[in-house]
């Protein structure tokens, strides 16, 4: 019987990390798998239900010596361990103390404690920036995030600390990442420009390509990809969330003038996508299969039904509105960073 494969999953119970986790344990055979987070409720109750087929580490990556354990003799290292992206523009400190710090520390103690691993590193489209006027994005544009978006700019700044560093990596940029389990009714329902080209990938086939990028590492070796969906997973945000509404049971839905962002945001459809599928062959799912998806998850729906459009219904949701509020008060700093 071959040796297991000895892998170290960072940010294990954030959202894209509790999908890839869950792939790696359809691969158990193949894994020894170490998944590495903060202590805390949340987390715990998530990691918990795993530890039979786990280890689990708990700890801070932007305190060093906390992560010594865990990079310590792995093969291949999945890096998603960074604070949300509504957190991280909340609190632009502490974003750069773990999304940055935390991974500069972490390749340090990977050359340390597994110089010869693979690292994969989950990054995000939002490094390109506000696309409207040229959706069309290749890895090698010029990178540029938002004003205001410290999410994408602190995961840039992380980039290179891998790029420049003595492992063998690959970083993956994925589009917008399609999952049931997250709402996209929150305050960022309103930062996206109605008119931006949005490329998605579902869930599961960015897990799976993160999953696959170990035995695929030699075509991937020290290269960034870009990762969506295809043709199939892009369409228009208006268009979209009029899909979401309908799925929903919401019907068609109109919001007062101001109430979303008409620029500095993210998006694209990325003209170079193909060059993963063609050596990951992960695309399996498209966007009428996530809306097909969302409208079976009665759960969800009912409870964001509940949540966004119970009593004041719209008006709620409308509260949420950066953009609307900024208008409303006629707020010229924030005003600038919306329209």
Known sequence: MSQKIKVLLTGAASSIGRTILKTLLVHREQFDITAFDIKKGKTMNFLEHFKSD?????????????????????????????????????????????????????????????????????????VYGDRLRSPMITVGDFTAPSVGDNYALTLLQAEKFVQDSRLEWTIFRPGIILDVEESFLDSSFFKMPLASHLEFVHVRDMAFA????????????????????GELCREIYQNFIQKLMTVAGWGDITFPERSFATYNRYGGYFSDGDALEEIMHFRAHTLEHFFEELQKSKTLVSRLTTKVFGDLQKKNFLAQSEPYKAFKQNDEEKLRLFF
């Not at 990556?61 to 310590?72: D, G």
């Not at 999953?211 to 870009?226: D, I, K, P, Q």
Request: proline share 3%; charged share 20%.
């Open 54 to 126: 786990v280890k689990i580490v708990y700890g801070d990556l932007s305190i060093p010596e906390e992560s010594v354990e865990a990079t310590t003799d792995k093969d291949f290292v999945i890096h998603c361990g960074y604070l949300s992206e509504a957190t991280s523009n909340r609190n632009p400190r502490l974003a750069q103390k773990v999304n940055v710090m935390g991974t500069r520390y972490l390749v340090e103690n990977l050359e340390c404690n597994s110089p010869s691993c693979f690292l994969t590193m989950v990054s995000t489209v939002g």
């Open 210 to 229: 993160v999953v696959n990028s170990y035995e695929r590492r030699a075509s991937l070796w020290n290269r960034t990809f870009n990762v969506g969906g």
